[in-house]
């Protein structure tokens, strides 16, 4: 049985649902997922395998106008996530103009001239199913896409079909990960990923985009079957910190107890979490200090 191989870049604009139609396809939450726009902040990657057949996801930020260094560094890394790969997956919503940083995309893509899907999500979320075509239509002005699939990540609506899309771009190539592999990214960057995740969810405006969270500890105990986890959040202002940490630590605690299940769910383990918050004023802004964090 021949081996097939593509690597595949997800992009579009924040918030369409690029790592929720990645984990969808994978089975396993290996992005973190929010309401809040530009919440993925580096290309994470994701191994499909079905058969005789691989694909490798590149999971990249939310393509968008940056307001700070590690804005930059996230919109250069789309860049790069394009020029590395045999395909991309264009990741759409369903009705709304087109906009600027989609055209910029298609441009990206044309430049390196390799083929693109593209996928309209949340079309559970479309009233009138008229849009639908409509949306169809002009994008297929802007670009000879090799598909067009509307999905919904949310259902699970239109997957099936994307898949079988994607493998047919998969050319003659040895597999690069088990068959049982989801993900390269370290076990204690998804730990981060999943506090932060946390972070964006109970957090309001602009305080859980200026946190990072740093795991100090990550540490099974030897004849026990639990996993001491510590982690730092750190924060960019002094007001701030009260807020992440709550009334008598009440916020604090939601945030650490609702990680804590998750990575339960994810590592199959008992975890102990302990989280503390720290000040790095600025830090979007400080080479050193993104590159501590591990978003450069």
Known sequence: MEQKTAFIAIVGCPNVGKSSIMNKILGEKIAIVSPKPQTTRTRILGVYTDGD?????????????????????MVRSVSAGIRD????????????????????????????????????NKID??????????????????????????????????LDALIEELKALAMPGQHLFDADTVTDQPERALAAEYIREKLLKYLDKEIPHGTAVAIERF???????????????????????????????????????????????????????QCWVKVKEDWRNREGLIHNFGLD
């Open 85 to 120: 790969v045999d395909a991309c997956l264009l990741v759409t919503e369903p009705q709304g103009d087109v906009r600027d940083a989609e055209l910029t995309l298609l441009k990206k893509i044309k430049k390196e001239g390799i083929p693109a899907i593209l996928a309209i």
């Open 125 to 158: 979320l479309l009233e009138n199913k008229d849009l639908l075509l409509s949306r169809i239509m002009t994008f297929s002005k802007l670009c000879d896409f090799a598909a067009i699939v509307p999905v919904s990540a949310r259902t699970g609506n239109g």
């Open 53 to 73: 057949t691989q694909l490798v996801f590149t999971d990249t930020p939310g393509y968008h106008k940056p307001q700070t260094r590690l804005g930059e560094k």
């Open 219 to 273: 540490r099974e105990r030897d004849n026990d079957d639990l996993l001491d986890i510590e982690a730092t959040i750190y924060c960019e202002k002094e007001s701030h910190k009260g807020i992440i940490i709550g009334n008598n630590g009440e916020m604090l605690k939601r945030i650490s107890s609702d990680a804590r299940r998750d990575l339960e769910r994810f590592f199959d383990i008992r975890i102990n979490l």
